[in-house]
Protein backbone atom coordinates (compact mmCIF):
# COMPACT_ATOMS: atom_id res chain seq x y z
CA UNK A 1 0.00 0.00 0.00
CA UNK A 2 1.42 3.78 -1.00
CA UNK A 3 -0.13 6.75 0.72
CA UNK A 4 -1.99 7.69 -2.64
CA UNK A 5 -3.81 4.56 -1.66
CA UNK A 6 -5.59 6.55 1.34
CA UNK A 7 -9.01 8.12 0.98
CA UNK A 8 -7.84 11.34 2.40
CA UNK A 9 -10.08 14.25 3.71
CA UNK A 10 -10.90 16.99 1.95
CA UNK A 11 -8.02 19.14 2.31
CA UNK A 12 -5.80 16.89 3.76
CA UNK A 13 -2.39 16.86 1.70
CA UNK A 14 -0.38 13.88 1.69
CA UNK A 15 3.57 13.62 0.66
CA UNK A 16 5.32 10.81 -0.03
CA UNK A 17 9.43 10.20 0.00
CA UNK A 18 11.58 7.68 -1.12
CA UNK A 19 13.27 7.41 2.02
CA UNK A 20 13.92 9.50 5.78
CA UNK A 21 16.74 11.63 4.12
CA UNK A 22 14.71 12.68 2.00
CA UNK A 23 11.14 13.10 3.86
CA UNK A 24 13.56 15.14 6.85
CA UNK A 25 14.69 17.16 3.83
CA UNK A 26 11.93 18.01 2.69
CA UNK A 27 10.22 19.05 5.92
CA UNK A 28 12.85 20.99 6.76
CA UNK A 29 12.57 22.94 3.68
CA UNK A 30 8.47 23.69 3.94
CA UNK A 31 8.99 24.33 7.85
CA UNK A 32 11.52 27.10 7.16
CA UNK A 33 9.68 28.60 4.62
CA UNK A 34 6.65 28.92 6.92
CA UNK A 35 8.67 30.21 9.54
CA UNK A 36 10.07 32.77 7.38
CA UNK A 37 7.06 34.12 6.14
CA UNK A 38 5.93 34.40 9.22
CA UNK A 39 8.42 36.26 10.58
CA UNK A 40 8.64 38.43 7.81
CA UNK A 41 4.42 39.07 8.20
CA UNK A 42 4.36 39.51 11.80
CA UNK A 43 8.41 40.03 13.08
CA UNK A 44 8.61 36.50 15.12
CA UNK A 45 7.22 32.83 14.63
CA UNK A 46 6.47 29.78 16.79
CA UNK A 47 7.41 26.30 15.84
CA UNK A 48 6.05 23.43 18.54
CA UNK A 49 7.55 19.63 18.12
CA UNK A 50 7.33 16.32 18.95
CA UNK A 51 10.00 13.99 20.67
CA UNK A 52 11.11 10.72 20.39
CA UNK A 53 14.25 9.38 17.56
CA UNK A 54 11.55 9.76 14.25
CA UNK A 55 12.72 13.46 14.58
CA UNK A 56 16.53 13.24 14.89
CA UNK A 57 17.22 13.53 11.20
CA UNK A 58 14.40 16.23 10.79
CA UNK A 59 15.85 17.92 13.70
CA UNK A 60 19.39 18.44 12.26
CA UNK A 61 17.91 19.37 8.55
CA UNK A 62 15.99 22.52 9.79
CA UNK A 63 19.08 23.50 12.18
CA UNK A 64 20.95 23.85 8.57
CA UNK A 65 18.09 26.27 6.79
CA UNK A 66 19.30 30.03 6.95
CA UNK A 67 16.51 31.48 9.41
CA UNK A 68 16.63 34.57 11.21
CA UNK A 69 16.69 32.16 14.48
CA UNK A 70 16.60 34.43 17.05
CA UNK A 71 13.28 35.13 16.14
CA UNK A 72 11.71 32.07 16.33
CA UNK A 73 10.16 30.50 19.21
CA UNK A 74 10.78 26.39 19.69
CA UNK A 75 8.34 24.63 21.87
CA UNK A 76 6.81 21.07 22.58
CA UNK A 77 3.88 19.60 22.23
CA UNK A 78 4.27 16.85 24.63
CA UNK A 79 7.37 15.90 27.54
CA UNK A 80 8.21 13.03 29.65
CA UNK A 81 8.46 14.46 33.38
CA UNK A 82 11.68 13.49 34.00
CA UNK A 83 14.43 16.27 34.58
CA UNK A 84 15.90 18.12 31.66
CA UNK A 85 19.39 16.33 32.02
CA UNK A 86 17.69 12.76 31.38
CA UNK A 87 18.29 11.08 28.18
CA UNK A 88 14.11 10.49 27.79
CA UNK A 89 13.83 14.28 27.72
CA UNK A 90 12.29 15.76 24.97
CA UNK A 91 14.07 19.43 25.87
CA UNK A 92 16.97 17.41 25.55
CA UNK A 93 16.61 16.31 21.99
CA UNK A 94 15.61 19.45 20.95
CA UNK A 95 18.94 21.40 22.12
CA UNK A 96 21.37 18.16 21.03
CA UNK A 97 19.63 17.84 17.54
CA UNK A 98 17.92 21.01 16.51
CA UNK A 99 19.24 24.13 18.91
CA UNK A 100 22.83 24.08 17.03
CA UNK A 101 25.09 26.14 15.04
CA UNK A 102 22.60 29.18 14.24
CA UNK A 103 19.44 27.72 15.05
CA UNK A 104 20.97 27.79 19.09
CA UNK A 105 19.76 31.55 18.89
CA UNK A 106 15.90 30.12 18.81
CA UNK A 107 14.60 30.56 21.76
CA UNK A 108 12.87 27.13 23.60
CA UNK A 109 10.33 27.26 25.87
CA UNK A 110 10.05 23.74 27.46
CA UNK A 111 7.13 21.85 29.58
CA UNK A 112 9.37 20.07 32.19
CA UNK A 113 9.02 21.79 35.47
CA UNK A 114 10.11 20.30 38.88
CA UNK A 115 7.01 20.01 41.48
CA UNK A 116 6.51 17.61 44.18
CA UNK A 117 3.09 15.94 41.55
CA UNK A 118 2.71 15.68 38.07
CA UNK A 119 -0.66 17.95 38.47
CA UNK A 120 1.65 20.10 40.06
CA UNK A 121 4.01 20.11 37.27
CA UNK A 122 1.30 20.52 34.56
CA UNK A 123 0.07 23.43 36.25
CA UNK A 124 3.32 24.96 36.46
CA UNK A 125 3.37 24.31 32.80
CA UNK A 126 0.29 26.16 31.94
CA UNK A 127 0.96 29.28 33.43
CA UNK A 128 4.35 28.90 31.09
CA UNK A 129 2.44 28.36 28.12
CA UNK A 130 0.50 31.77 28.66
CA UNK A 131 3.95 32.80 26.58
CA UNK A 132 3.19 31.03 23.92
CA UNK A 133 2.04 32.97 20.88
CA UNK A 134 0.05 31.55 18.25
CA UNK A 135 1.95 28.28 16.58
CA UNK A 136 2.70 28.74 13.60
CA UNK A 137 4.10 25.35 12.53
CA UNK A 138 3.27 22.03 14.62
CA UNK A 139 5.08 18.70 13.88
CA UNK A 140 3.32 15.47 15.19
CA UNK A 141 4.17 12.07 15.03
CA UNK A 142 2.40 9.12 15.62
CA UNK A 143 2.73 5.62 17.48
CA UNK A 144 1.53 2.23 16.57
CA UNK A 145 -1.25 2.74 19.78
CA UNK A 146 -2.69 6.09 17.18
CA UNK A 147 -1.65 8.15 19.57
CA UNK A 148 0.20 11.51 19.16
CA UNK A 149 1.66 14.27 21.32
CA UNK A 150 1.48 12.46 25.16
CA UNK A 151 -2.44 11.50 24.14
CA UNK A 152 -2.70 7.98 24.68
CA UNK A 153 -5.72 5.55 24.00
CA UNK A 154 -7.48 4.88 27.84
CA UNK A 155 -4.85 7.47 29.54
CA UNK A 156 -6.54 9.11 32.15
CA UNK A 157 -7.33 12.90 31.41
CA UNK A 158 -7.71 11.82 27.72
CA UNK A 159 -11.41 12.95 27.26
CA UNK A 160 -10.78 16.18 29.02
CA UNK A 161 -7.61 16.68 26.74
CA UNK A 162 -9.33 15.78 23.76
CA UNK A 163 -12.31 18.22 24.32
CA UNK A 164 -13.15 21.07 21.88
CA UNK A 165 -13.62 23.08 24.93
CA UNK A 166 -10.90 22.28 26.92
CA UNK A 167 -9.59 25.33 28.99
CA UNK A 168 -6.10 23.92 29.80
CA UNK A 169 -3.28 24.48 27.20
CA UNK A 170 -1.38 21.48 28.88
CA UNK A 171 -2.45 18.20 30.60
CA UNK A 172 -0.96 15.31 32.71
CA UNK A 173 -1.04 12.63 30.76
CA UNK A 174 -0.57 8.85 31.43
CA UNK A 175 1.32 6.47 28.62
CA UNK A 176 0.09 2.95 29.52
CA UNK A 177 2.99 1.31 28.12
CA UNK A 178 5.64 3.52 28.54
CA UNK A 179 7.01 4.07 32.32
CA UNK A 180 7.32 8.04 32.33
CA UNK A 181 4.45 10.14 33.06
CA UNK A 182 4.02 12.98 30.46
CA UNK A 183 2.97 16.49 29.89
CA UNK A 184 0.97 17.35 26.98
CA UNK A 185 -0.54 19.94 25.16
CA UNK A 186 -4.16 19.77 24.56
CA UNK A 187 -6.59 19.46 21.54
CA UNK A 188 -7.52 22.98 21.34
CA UNK A 189 -4.17 24.04 21.25
CA UNK A 190 -2.55 21.64 19.04
CA UNK A 191 -5.58 22.54 16.85
CA UNK A 192 -5.16 26.37 16.72
CA UNK A 193 -1.76 25.53 15.00
CA UNK A 194 -1.55 27.33 11.54
CA UNK A 195 0.25 24.60 9.43
CA UNK A 196 0.29 21.49 11.12
CA UNK A 197 2.42 18.84 10.03
CA UNK A 198 2.14 14.78 10.66
CA UNK A 199 5.44 12.99 9.70
CA UNK A 200 5.55 9.27 9.54
CA UNK A 201 7.70 5.83 8.35
CA UNK A 202 7.34 2.83 7.14
CA UNK A 203 4.24 0.45 6.16
CA UNK A 204 3.23 -0.17 9.71
CA UNK A 205 2.33 3.15 10.38
CA UNK A 206 0.96 3.56 7.11
CA UNK A 207 -1.79 1.46 8.31
CA UNK A 208 -2.27 2.69 11.39
CA UNK A 209 -2.86 6.07 9.66
CA UNK A 210 -5.60 4.12 7.61
CA UNK A 211 -7.20 2.35 10.19
CA UNK A 212 -7.29 6.23 12.17
CA UNK A 213 -9.16 7.10 8.94
CA UNK A 214 -11.72 5.20 9.83
CA UNK A 215 -12.36 5.95 12.90
CA UNK A 216 -15.38 7.83 14.71
CA UNK A 217 -14.15 7.90 18.36
CA UNK A 218 -11.24 9.67 18.92
CA UNK A 219 -10.76 8.24 22.46
CA UNK A 220 -9.38 5.00 20.12
CA UNK A 221 -6.43 6.63 18.25
CA UNK A 222 -6.50 9.88 19.60
CA UNK A 223 -4.42 11.05 16.10
CA UNK A 224 -7.74 10.60 14.12
CA UNK A 225 -8.38 13.89 15.75
CA UNK A 226 -6.37 15.51 13.82
CA UNK A 227 -6.80 14.64 10.27
CA UNK A 228 -8.13 16.85 8.53
CA UNK A 229 -7.37 20.42 6.78
CA UNK A 230 -5.00 21.68 6.50
CA UNK A 231 -3.12 18.94 7.50
CA UNK A 232 -0.23 17.95 5.67
CA UNK A 233 1.44 14.23 5.94
CA UNK A 234 4.51 13.63 5.23
CA UNK A 235 5.64 9.30 4.59
CA UNK A 236 8.02 7.37 3.87
CA UNK A 237 8.33 3.77 3.37
Excluded at 45 to 67: E, Y
Amino acid sequence: MAISDLELPVGVVARSHSDAQHLARALAENVAGVLRDAIDSRGQATLVVSGGRSPIAFFKALSQQTLPWNKVLVSLADERWVPTSHEDSNEALVRRHLLQGPAAEAQLLGLYQSAASLEQAAELAEQALRDLPGIDVLILGMGTDGHTASLFPDSPNLDEALSEDCSRRCLPMLAPSVPHQRLTLTLPLLRAARLPLLSIEGPGKLAVLEQALQQDNHKNMPISAFLRAPLEIYWCP
